[in-house]
């Protein structure tokens, strides 16, 4: 069984995505959003009318090797694992089904 850390954490970190979607489906069009932080009449306001933010989480648990990859210009954190590789796998199947979250059986 899972300890009561592990519980906790894929509690929290459902709770904090759970509260990201309603975040963004409250703030309605990125215009919207901007409208109190830029200038009513900027040019690039009207592009952004219809433009809304959607995002998608796929959520799993397991192991997973984290590194630096890159130079000594540019140096990126990346994770490697199977289990990473289903997150970002079910994190593309919510456009297919039009969710934004899914949960592995194992999460």
């Avoid at 963004?24 to 306001?45: C, H, N, P, V, Y």
């Avoid at 990126?76 to 990473?84: G, M, N």
Wanted: glycine share 8%; aromatic share 8%.
């Amino acid at each position: 069984g899972r300890s009561n850390l592990q519980k906790g954490l894929f509690d929290a970190s459902l709770t904090s995505i759970h509260k990201i979607i309603a975040d963004i489906r409250g703030m309605g069009t990125l215009a919207a959003f901007l409208q109190e932080e830029t200038d009513k009449s900027a040019a690039w306001r009207t592009s952004l009318e219809d433009f809304k933010v959607d995002m998608g989480f796929g959520l799993h648990t397991g192991w997973a090797i984290e590194g630096s990859i890159g130079s000594k210009v540019k140096i990126d954190a990346s994770y490697l694992s199977p289990h990473v590789n289903l997150a970002s796998r079910l994190e593309s199947a919510t456009k297919h089904y039009r969710v934004p979250l899914l949960m592995s059986d194992a999460f």
